[in-house]
């Protein structure tokens, strides 16, 4: 789809699709698009900025704001942004065009959210006013019905957000993941963790 898209054409298309499952990937997938934003990451230019592709520089600048108040930089790890997820996304949109008009037409969802209560696209808004957005939109139960389309793109696009960051060595970090590693003895699970799940050794 053209990035040239009016946002009219884009709202429409993405009221017709099922959005949820178009911005759904699989962990392979997901996995794949994260080495690759890493590794345009590791061969781009030191100071250099990353050219999205697939999005525009205002749909690029929503994707950054979005993820980062998904996953906000704090005392144990980076922002969203840090760990390349917005790279990740863009990688994710070349690799799959049938995915390109939710996610389009999902970010000028949300713009138009802006433009109705604050005058201005979501990028351009205050902080509190961006957060008063996504709190309308980011719990399905308690959202009203005329929301249920910027609803269903938020939450797919959270969890893309998740996929992205939590599959980067910055949120394997986050996680204290300790898998892939040699153990030089194994004295199997922990008596507690045994009592817990109420089971036990077998002996004999």
């Keep these: 789809m053209s990035a040239t898209i009016t946002r009219r054409s884009a709202l429409k298309l993405f009221a017709a699709a099922p959005a949820a499952a178009a911005l759904v ?12 934003a890493q590794q345009s990451r590791r061969a781009a230019a030191p100071g250099t900025s990353f050219k999205p592709k697939f999005f525009t520089a ?13 996953i906000p930089r704090d005392d144990r790890s980076g922002s969203a942004t840090d760990a390349g ?29 802006g433009e109705q209560r604050f005058g201005r696209r979501f990028v351009d808004c205050a902080d509190a006013q961006r ?10 139960s308690k959202a009203p019905a005329s929301l249920s389309q910027a609803v269903a793109f938020f939450n797919s696009f959270r969890d893309l957000t998740a996929s992205g960051f939590w599959t980067t060595r910055m949120g394997i970090a986050d996680l204290g993941y300790q898998g892939n590693r040699f153990v030089a003895e ?4 922990p008596q507690p963790s045994l009592d817990k799940l109420g089971v036990k050794y077998e002996i004999g």
């Design 186 to 189: 194994w004295n199997g699970c």
């Design 131 to 140: 957060r008063g957005i996504l709190d309308d939109i980011a719990y399905p």
């Design 25 to 36: 990937w699989t962990p392979v997938e997901a996995e794949r698009a994260a080495e690759q």
């Design 58 to 70: 205002h749909e690029y600048a929503t994707v950054a704001a979005l993820v980062d108040l998904i």
């Design 85 to 113: 997820v917005p790279e990740f996304m863009d990688f994710m949109m070349i690799d799959q065009p049938a995915r390109q008009t939710a996610m389009r037409g999902g970010l000028a969802l949300i713009d138009r959210i």
